[in-house]
């Protein structure tokens, strides 16, 4: 993930929305207040042209997580829904929009 680079943008766009191509949550708590907008695709391989629909408004924007996002390392590893250290994670299980 560039930082910087997010943070240059959002320095010149009005709007700036942050697009998470992963296969895992990511540490993102220090940034995602600067951000307008994150969107996880998780690894859409072959049907990433369903990301590209969601986007320009072909098809409604749905889904949630499917496991908790961790805030921070220290709550690593989740384990059945439930961070290491008990703290509430950054987004809970089934956190999105349905």
Same mark, same amino acid.
């Given at each position: 993930m560039d930082i910087r &680079?997010?943070?240059?943008l959002k320095k010149v766009c009005v709007r700036v929305i942050?697009?998470?191509?992963?296969?895992?949550?990511l540490l993102i708590s220090d940034a995602i207040d600067d951000w307008d907008t994150v969107v996880v695709t998780w690894l859409p391989g072959?049907?990433? &042209?369903?990301? &590209?629909d969601v986007l320009y408004g072909v098809q409604?924007?749905?889904g949630s997580l499917p496991l908790p996002w961790p805030a921070h390392?220290?709550?690593l590893p989740v384990v059945?829904?439930?961070t290491k250290d008990g703290t509430p994670p950054l987004f809970p299980r089934y956190f999105g929009l349905r």
């Open positions: &680079a997010i943070e240059n942050v697009i998470l191509v992963t296969g895992r949550p072959s049907e990433g &042209a369903g990301v &590209a409604p924007f749905t390392i220290g709550q059945g829904g439930k």
